[in-house]
């Protein structure tokens, strides 16, 4: 078998030690500059596409974890915003999404302000009041955008729906005005 000698060669963070056994592919037992030891295929190893055992990655999501001051992320991916500015995109985008119809198969869209950047979505409208509160389109044709949108309670996002023309799309308030029936009636 033909192969590139790779003994004592460095790549990245890297030293080739010697060539491990193997019948198919040149594999190399390389020592990283951590002390690790590590074997890699000869092919990752000129290619770039491996440069250390593993502490280069660990260092670098080291750097972006939540809290760190270094890093570049938000760190705020398991908070409640995050996941409404998620669900909101998979509502306008994902036509697999079981209510897509009734956002992104009416129009509704993310604005661009927010559609790639939580941070913006974030600094638009701020942290949930409390955990009875979610995102409302002020006028529910609109989009998804700073000027349309608020933190709401359930039972304020129950009265700015979309009439439909059924009686089930009333709230009861609607319901007792439009029939001029008592409340107890209901």
Request: proline share 2%.
């Amino acid at each position: 078998m033909n192969f590139i000698d790779e003994t004592g060669n460095r790549h990245g963070r890297l030293t080739v030690i010697e060539r491990s056994k193997s019948d198919v592919k040149a594999f190399w037992l390389c020592e990283c500059e951590c002390g690790n030891k590590t074997i890699v295929v000869g092919t990752q190893l000129r290619n770039g596409h491996t440069r250390s055992c593993g502490c280069l990655q660990r260092e670098a999501a080291a750097k972006t974890a939540p809290g760190n001051s270094k890093s570049k992320k938000h760190g705020m991916y398991k908070t409640k915003e995050y996941h409404c500015w998620l669900n909101l995109k998979t509502r306008c985008y994902r036509e697999s999404y079981r209510d897509y119809q009734h956002y992104g198969g009416r129009g509704i869209s993310v604005c661009d302000r927010w559609l790639k950047n939580f941070e913006n979505f974030y600094t638009d409208m701020g942290p949930r009041p409390s955990d009875k509160h979610s995102i409302d389109r002020i006028n529910v044709n609109g989009n998804y955008e700073p000027s349309n949108c608020r933190w709401t309670t359930r039972s304020k996002q129950n009265a700015n729906k979309r009439k439909v023309g059924s009686i089930s799309s009333f709230t009861t308030t609607e319901l007792i005005e439009e029939l001029n029936i008592r409340g107890v009636t209901i």
